[in-house]
């Protein structure tokens, strides 16, 4: 299967999912949206309002304002991958629980592999958590660290930086720094991940020998 048909197929899964009762509020699911062959992976939190109503990520105004922080950086929104840690929405928005992050991150995972992004941007502290468990986000936001074959920034959420003002500059510092990260991590994964290896021009098939 190639990766778009993976990352087809888990969001089929995550639509009729069951596997806690966050589906009982559901509208629809939010598998997540993007190219398959995305450099960057953006992880949010979970769905909101709008997010459940229309079955995409980021479409509110937390969106609007990430929107705005890939400008900054060089980049649409359609060039990177963006999903969530919960692919349903928690009831008036309230943090996700454990079991339902437990429950969800399956998904994730494999969405991660069939993307094998070279920078995951988490946002917000749930999604950081699933990285760097114990990290503080006021102590390592904007940093890139390398995890396995992999880079992740863990940023702050953008609703939270949008509703208080401390953190609007850092977020907006943090995503201007995105370019020169994205080149430090291509260097680096350029010198650790073998290059993919070219098809070999088919050889001529031998001649068959006549023998009778
Ligand atoms: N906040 C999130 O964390 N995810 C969304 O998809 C929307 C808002």
């Excluded at 069951?18 to 949206?33: F, I, S, Y």
């Excluded at 991958?81 to 429950?103: M, S, Y």
């Excluded at 995890?147 to 003002?165: D, E, Q, S, T, W």
């Amino acid at each position: 299967m190639t990766a778009e048909e993976i990352l087809a197929q888990i969001a089929k899964e995550v639509s009729v999912c069951t596997n806690c009762d966050l589906h009982k509020g559901r509208k629809r699911a939010v598998p997540g949206e993007g190219p398959a062959e995305a450099e960057v992976m953006l992880i949010g939190e979970g769905p909101g309002f709008y997010e459940n109503e229309q079955g995409r990520p980021f479409v509110g105004a937390a969106g609007q304002f990430l929107e705005q922080l890939l400008a900054q950086a060089g980049l649409k929104r359609t060039d990177v991958w963006i999903g969530n840690v919960v692919k349903c929405r928690p009831p008036n928005n309230r943090d996700p629980l454990p079991e339902e992050l437990a429950a969800c991150d399956l998904y994730l995972e494999r969405q991660i592999a069939a993307i094998n992004p070279k920078i995951i941007i988490t946002l917000g502290r749930f999604s950081m958590g699933k990285f760097m468990p114990g990290a503080r986000i006021s102590g390592v936001h904007g940093q890139m660290r390398q995890i396995g074959g992999r880079f992740v920034i863990p940023m702050f959420h953008p609703a939270a930086a949008l509703h208080n003002p401390t953190y609007k500059p850092l977020i907006l510092q943090d995503f201007a720094r995105l370019p020169h990260m994205l080149e430090q991590a291509r260097a680096a994964l350029a010198k650790m991940r073998p290059a993919p290896v070219e098809p070999e021009t088919p050889k001529e098939e031998p001649k068959q020998l006549n023998l009778f």
